[in-house]
């Protein structure tokens, strides 16, 4: 806006200037509007340039966003549950076979409770009592502790590994990935087995029990 205001005064003066050497009034009031149209035209930016400008501003601004691959929300997490990419496929394929099949909220709520587990003093203790110092607070080895997950006991989680297109497989990533926490529950029961006082997040999901506590929690 300043350089507009600028340029308008010097217009002003120039066109001051030459009223003041031009005395025939046929050529003053032929010359002078020429003249003031062609210095308007010389210091006025065309429409191309004012669009292109605005395109590059646009097309710049765009470019800021960041957008996360899946890949490298995966990445993210190995490094930080300090998980091998094996130990991830095993965790994910638990969740993914003790979860509903098909169910988004039951493969998070199944992961955010082995999440939990690692939150748990008592978890922790009784874990790292089997597989030494550190490891209760590890995802890979609450999942794998014994007598917690029946499909790791039986194997049948086996026909998930490598499971990555499914829903469920996307609701590990995203929980792992943000910590948005859907639950407070350190087990679940199949939707079969009724529990008082449980609470299920899918139609036909698990019902999840047994609430981490303040006094439990590290």
Known sequence: MN??????????????WIKSKIYDLKIKYFLLPMVYLMIILSVVPTVNTIVSKVTYTTSSSYTTVA???????YETI????????????VLSAIVLTEAEANSYEDAYAVVNTIYNRT??????????KRYGEGKGTNLYYQAISPNQFVVYQTGTY??????????????IIDFLYSENIMHNYLSFRAHTIKVSGSESFSDGGNN??????DANRI
């Not at 350089?3 to 001051?16: K, S």
């Not at 190995?78 to 496929?89: H, P, V």
């Open 3 to 16: 350089n507009l205001i600028d340029m308008a005064y010097a217009l002003h003066i120039l066109w001051g």
């Open 67 to 73: 957008v996360i691959s899946e890949e490298s929300k």
């Open 78 to 89: 190995l490094d930080k549950y300090n998980l091998t990419k094996d130990e991830f496929n």
């Open 119 to 128: 939150k748990s003093k008592n978890w922790i203790y009784s874990v790292n």
């Open 158 to 171: 086996k026909k998930n590994l490598g499971n990555v297109t499914s829903i469920g497989y996307k609701a």
């Open 208 to 213: 999840y029990f047994n609430t981490l506590e």
